[in-house]
T-cell receptor
Framework: GQNIDQPTEMTATEGAIVQINCTYQ??????LFWYQQHAGEAPTFLSY??LDGLEEKGRFSSFLSRSKGYSYLLLKELQMKDSASYLC??????????WGAGTKLIIKP | TAGITQAPTSQILAAGRSMTLRCTQD?????MYWYRQDLGLGLRLIHY???????GKGEVPDGYSVSRANTDDFPLTLASAVPSQTSVYFC??????????????FGPGTRLTVL
Protein backbone atom coordinates (compact mmCIF):
# COMPACT_ATOMS: atom_id res chain seq x y z
CA GLY A 1 0.00 0.00 0.00
CA GLN A 2 0.93 3.65 -0.16
CA ASN A 3 1.57 5.59 2.99
CA ILE A 4 2.58 9.13 3.91
CA ASP A 5 3.33 9.86 7.57
CA GLN A 6 3.49 13.26 9.19
CA PRO A 7 3.08 14.36 12.81
CA THR A 8 -0.50 15.39 13.52
CA GLU A 9 0.32 18.59 15.37
CA MET A 10 3.34 20.66 16.38
CA THR A 11 3.75 23.78 18.50
CA ALA A 12 6.50 26.37 18.14
CA THR A 13 7.31 29.86 19.33
CA GLU A 14 7.24 33.00 17.24
CA GLY A 15 10.72 33.79 15.92
CA ALA A 16 11.96 30.21 16.35
CA ILE A 17 12.70 27.44 13.84
CA VAL A 18 10.56 24.33 13.31
CA GLN A 19 11.12 21.20 11.23
CA ILE A 20 8.14 19.19 9.97
CA ASN A 21 9.01 15.66 8.92
CA CYS A 22 7.38 13.48 6.29
CA THR A 23 8.14 9.82 5.58
CA TYR A 24 6.66 7.97 2.66
CA GLN A 25 6.21 4.53 1.15
CA UNK A 26 4.71 4.74 -2.32
CA UNK A 27 4.57 2.81 -5.57
CA UNK A 28 7.16 4.78 -7.46
CA UNK A 29 8.42 8.28 -6.83
CA UNK A 30 8.31 11.26 -9.14
CA UNK A 31 8.77 14.06 -6.68
CA LEU A 32 7.47 15.43 -3.41
CA PHE A 33 5.42 18.54 -2.75
CA TRP A 34 4.82 20.63 0.34
CA TYR A 35 1.64 22.71 0.54
CA GLN A 36 0.40 25.16 3.16
CA GLN A 37 -3.26 25.24 4.13
CA HIS A 38 -4.73 27.87 6.44
CA ALA A 39 -7.90 26.89 8.27
CA GLY A 40 -10.93 27.08 6.00
CA GLU A 41 -8.85 27.80 2.92
CA ALA A 42 -7.43 25.92 -0.04
CA PRO A 43 -3.93 24.40 -0.06
CA THR A 44 -1.25 26.56 -1.67
CA PHE A 45 2.07 25.42 -3.12
CA LEU A 46 5.25 25.82 -1.08
CA SER A 47 7.92 23.60 -2.62
CA TYR A 48 8.76 20.69 -4.89
CA UNK A 49 11.72 18.32 -4.54
CA UNK A 50 12.66 15.57 -6.96
CA LEU A 51 16.40 15.28 -6.33
CA ASP A 52 18.12 14.66 -3.00
CA GLY A 53 19.16 17.71 -1.06
CA LEU A 54 17.95 20.99 0.29
CA GLU A 55 15.89 23.56 -1.60
CA GLU A 56 15.78 26.98 0.02
CA LYS A 57 13.12 29.58 -0.63
CA GLY A 58 13.21 32.53 1.73
CA ARG A 59 12.23 31.49 5.25
CA PHE A 60 11.14 28.05 4.04
CA SER A 61 13.42 25.18 3.03
CA SER A 62 12.59 21.63 1.98
CA PHE A 63 14.87 18.61 2.12
CA LEU A 64 14.59 15.24 0.39
CA SER A 65 16.33 11.89 0.83
CA ARG A 66 14.94 9.39 -1.68
CA SER A 67 16.93 6.47 -0.28
CA LYS A 68 15.37 7.02 3.14
CA GLY A 69 11.88 7.90 1.90
CA TYR A 70 12.10 11.08 3.92
CA SER A 71 11.54 14.78 3.57
CA TYR A 72 11.30 17.73 5.90
CA LEU A 73 10.05 21.28 5.69
CA LEU A 74 12.06 23.81 7.68
CA LEU A 75 10.46 27.09 8.67
CA LYS A 76 12.72 29.82 10.06
CA GLU A 77 11.91 33.07 11.88
CA LEU A 78 8.41 31.87 12.56
CA GLN A 79 5.61 34.38 12.30
CA MET A 80 2.07 34.12 13.65
CA LYS A 81 0.78 33.92 10.06
CA ASP A 82 2.68 30.62 9.68
CA SER A 83 0.03 28.97 11.85
CA ALA A 84 -1.48 26.54 9.36
CA SER A 85 -1.49 22.92 8.29
CA TYR A 86 1.42 21.71 6.18
CA LEU A 87 0.67 18.94 3.71
CA CYS A 88 3.24 16.54 2.28
CA UNK A 89 2.35 14.88 -1.04
CA UNK A 90 4.28 12.37 -3.15
CA UNK A 91 3.93 11.94 -6.91
CA UNK A 92 3.58 8.21 -7.50
CA UNK A 93 4.38 6.05 -10.52
CA UNK A 94 1.09 7.08 -12.17
CA UNK A 95 1.90 10.76 -11.64
CA UNK A 96 -0.91 11.07 -9.12
CA UNK A 97 -0.43 12.90 -5.83
CA UNK A 98 -0.62 10.81 -2.65
CA TRP A 99 -1.31 13.12 0.28
CA GLY A 100 -0.38 12.94 3.92
CA ALA A 101 -2.98 13.94 6.50
CA GLY A 102 -1.09 17.16 7.21
CA THR A 103 0.65 18.65 10.22
CA LYS A 104 -1.14 21.39 12.11
CA LEU A 105 1.43 23.96 13.22
CA ILE A 106 0.51 26.19 16.15
CA ILE A 107 2.64 29.28 16.71
CA LYS A 108 2.68 30.82 20.18
CA PRO A 109 3.85 34.36 20.97
CA THR B 1 -7.48 36.28 -13.40
CA ALA B 2 -9.87 34.20 -11.28
CA GLY B 3 -7.83 30.98 -11.35
CA ILE B 4 -10.22 28.28 -10.19
CA THR B 5 -13.73 28.94 -9.00
CA GLN B 6 -16.10 26.51 -7.30
CA ALA B 7 -19.80 26.74 -6.61
CA PRO B 8 -21.56 26.59 -4.31
CA THR B 9 -19.41 27.66 -1.36
CA SER B 10 -21.44 25.48 0.94
CA GLN B 11 -24.56 23.34 0.76
CA ILE B 12 -26.78 21.29 3.02
CA LEU B 13 -28.33 18.40 1.14
CA ALA B 14 -30.94 15.82 2.11
CA ALA B 15 -29.83 12.20 1.77
CA GLY B 16 -30.99 10.67 -1.49
CA ARG B 17 -30.94 13.96 -3.40
CA SER B 18 -28.61 14.62 -6.29
CA MET B 19 -26.25 17.52 -6.60
CA THR B 20 -23.61 18.88 -8.96
CA LEU B 21 -20.58 20.74 -7.68
CA ARG B 22 -19.23 23.13 -10.26
CA CYS B 23 -15.60 23.90 -11.03
CA THR B 24 -14.20 26.26 -13.64
CA GLN B 25 -10.61 27.26 -14.35
CA ASP B 26 -9.29 29.95 -16.65
CA UNK B 27 -5.62 28.95 -16.72
CA UNK B 28 -5.99 26.64 -19.74
CA UNK B 29 -4.66 23.75 -17.68
CA UNK B 30 -5.17 20.38 -19.31
CA UNK B 31 -5.50 18.37 -16.08
CA MET B 32 -8.22 18.77 -13.47
CA TYR B 33 -8.94 16.92 -10.22
CA TRP B 34 -11.61 16.49 -7.57
CA TYR B 35 -10.57 15.78 -3.98
CA ARG B 36 -12.40 15.39 -0.73
CA GLN B 37 -10.83 16.41 2.54
CA ASP B 38 -11.98 14.92 5.83
CA LEU B 39 -10.66 15.63 9.31
CA GLY B 40 -7.64 13.49 10.13
CA LEU B 41 -7.29 12.22 6.59
CA GLY B 42 -5.26 13.48 3.69
CA LEU B 43 -6.79 14.83 0.52
CA ARG B 44 -8.30 11.88 -1.33
CA LEU B 45 -8.66 11.88 -5.09
CA ILE B 46 -12.18 11.18 -6.33
CA HIS B 47 -11.85 11.59 -10.09
CA TYR B 48 -9.44 13.27 -12.45
CA UNK B 49 -9.18 14.32 -16.07
CA UNK B 50 -5.90 14.63 -17.95
CA UNK B 51 -7.48 16.34 -20.93
CA UNK B 52 -10.88 17.41 -22.21
CA UNK B 53 -12.96 14.40 -23.18
CA UNK B 54 -11.22 11.95 -20.83
CA UNK B 55 -11.75 11.12 -17.16
CA GLY B 56 -10.33 8.61 -14.72
CA LYS B 57 -11.15 7.18 -11.31
CA GLY B 58 -9.18 8.14 -8.26
CA GLU B 59 -8.93 6.55 -4.83
CA VAL B 60 -12.58 7.06 -3.77
CA PRO B 61 -14.80 7.29 -6.89
CA ASP B 62 -17.88 5.40 -5.69
CA GLY B 63 -21.02 7.54 -5.56
CA TYR B 64 -19.52 10.27 -7.73
CA SER B 65 -19.36 10.96 -11.46
CA VAL B 66 -17.61 13.60 -13.54
CA SER B 67 -17.54 14.90 -17.08
CA ARG B 68 -15.05 17.02 -19.00
CA ALA B 69 -16.78 18.46 -22.03
CA ASN B 70 -14.24 21.28 -22.42
CA THR B 71 -10.93 22.46 -20.98
CA ASP B 72 -12.37 24.88 -18.44
CA ASP B 73 -15.17 23.00 -16.68
CA PHE B 74 -15.09 19.86 -14.55
CA PRO B 75 -18.37 19.28 -12.68
CA LEU B 76 -18.73 16.62 -9.99
CA THR B 77 -22.11 14.96 -9.55
CA LEU B 78 -23.46 13.06 -6.57
CA ALA B 79 -26.34 10.99 -7.95
CA SER B 80 -27.89 10.04 -4.61
CA ALA B 81 -26.14 11.65 -1.66
CA VAL B 82 -25.39 9.75 1.55
CA PRO B 83 -24.23 11.14 4.92
CA SER B 84 -20.72 9.70 4.42
CA GLN B 85 -20.30 12.15 1.56
CA THR B 86 -20.31 15.02 4.03
CA SER B 87 -16.93 16.62 3.42
CA VAL B 88 -15.06 19.57 1.98
CA TYR B 89 -14.58 19.17 -1.75
CA PHE B 90 -11.68 20.77 -3.56
CA CYS B 91 -11.24 21.10 -7.29
CA UNK B 92 -7.69 21.52 -8.60
CA UNK B 93 -5.95 21.92 -11.93
CA UNK B 94 -2.45 21.63 -13.31
CA UNK B 95 -0.62 21.72 -16.59
CA UNK B 96 0.62 18.28 -17.58
CA UNK B 97 4.14 18.04 -18.89
CA UNK B 98 6.93 15.48 -18.64
CA UNK B 99 8.03 14.77 -15.10
CA UNK B 100 6.08 15.06 -11.89
CA UNK B 101 6.68 18.66 -10.91
CA UNK B 102 3.39 20.09 -12.06
CA UNK B 103 1.99 22.21 -9.26
CA UNK B 104 -1.70 21.80 -8.62
CA UNK B 105 -3.75 24.94 -8.10
CA PHE B 106 -6.78 24.62 -5.86
CA GLY B 107 -10.19 26.20 -5.85
CA PRO B 108 -11.64 27.62 -2.61
CA GLY B 109 -13.62 24.46 -1.83
CA THR B 110 -17.25 23.48 -1.34
CA ARG B 111 -18.40 22.45 2.13
CA LEU B 112 -21.13 19.83 1.72
CA THR B 113 -23.27 18.46 4.51
CA VAL B 114 -25.57 15.52 3.79
CA LEU B 115 -28.30 14.95 6.35
Amino acid sequence: GQNIDQPTEMTATEGAIVQINCTYQTSGFNGLFWYQQHAGEAPTFLSYNVLDGLEEKGRFSSFLSRSKGYSYLLLKELQMKDSASYLCAVVDSNYQLIWGAGTKLIIKP
Amino acid sequence: TAGITQAPTSQILAAGRSMTLRCTQDMRHNAMYWYRQDLGLGLRLIHYSNTAGTTGKGEVPDGYSVSRANTDDFPLTLASAVPSQTSVYFCASSSLSSGGGNEQFFGPGTRLTVL
